[in-house]
């Protein structure tokens, strides 16, 4: 919205308004004789071409104040597409991650009830519930003693911490 409402002010700022992307829209009536709610519209088609990197042509950026601010708009566009798009591969690996340790965990349950002779029926119930505990407990923090100790013992912790 913002940026359209800017986009219209390109024009609104210009000293001749007929030279600016308002004053050359070419539609059955030119768009300075149309109402502010359809100004808008045509502004926010604009800024979505330029956001969706479609750019029919209809519309053109041609005073050196409407290219600064489409130049400006490209760029908050690509930001916004590569903020989405890391999103989207945050979601996809979280999703990866979340299947990976599930397996993991009923890859050790199945060797613990071979090595135990398990019963099928306790088997399949633990199984049931291990799946939906692990989908909780792949998001909370695990402790690892060797990590841990690693940390402690490294040369950046301060000995006066270590030794308490």
Same mark, same amino acid.
């Given at each position: 919205?913002?940026?359209? @409402?800017?986009?219209?002010?390109?024009? #609104?700022?210009?000293e001749n308004v007929a030279i600016t992307w308002v004053g050359r829209w070419s539609s059955?009536?030119?768009? $300075?004789?149309? /109402?502010?709610?359809? =100004?808008?519209?045509?502004?926010?088609?604009? %800024?979505? *071409?330029?956001?969706?990197?479609? /750019?029919?042509?209809? %519309?053109? #950026?041609?005073?050196?104040?409407?290219? @600064?601010?489409?130049?400006?708009?490209?760029?908050?566009?690509?930001?916004?597409?590569?903020?989405?798009?890391?999103?989207? %591969? =945050?979601?996809?690996?979280?999703?990866?991650?979340?299947?990976?340790?599930?397996?993991? =965990?009923?890859?050790?349950?199945?060797?613990?009830?071979?090595?135990?002779?398990?019963? &099928?029926?306790?088997?399949?119930?633990i199984q049931k519930d291990l799946r939906e505990r692990s989908k909780v407990l792949v998001? &909370?923090? *695990?402790?690892?003693?060797?990590?841990?100790? =690693?940390? $402690?013992?490294?040369?950046?912790?301060?000995?006066? %911490?270590? @030794?308490?």
């Amino acid at each position: 919205h913002l940026l359209a @409402c800017g986009w219209y002010l390109t024009a #609104a700022l210009h000293e001749n308004v007929a030279i600016t992307w308002v004053g050359r829209w070419s539609s059955e009536d030119t768009l $300075l004789n149309k /109402g502010p709610f359809y =100004q808008w519209l045509v502004s926010m088609y604009f %800024i979505l *071409t330029i956001f969706t990197t479609v /750019g029919f042509g209809d %519309i053109s #950026a041609h005073t050196d104040l409407e290219i @600064c601010f489409v130049a400006l708009v490209m760029i908050v566009g690509a930001v916004v597409h590569s903020i989405v798009i890391s999103e989207v %591969i =945050q979601l996809v690996t979280a999703s990866d991650k979340t299947s990976e340790f599930i397996k993991k =965990q009923m890859l050790l349950l199945e060797a613990f009830a071979n090595h135990t002779d398990l019963d &099928k029926a306790f088997y399949r119930s633990i199984q049931k519930d291990l799946r939906e505990r692990s989908k909780v407990l792949v998001h &909370k923090p *695990t402790f690892d003693k060797e990590e841990m100790e =690693q940390l $402690l013992m490294s040369k950046y912790m301060p000995m006066d %911490i270590v @030794c308490r």
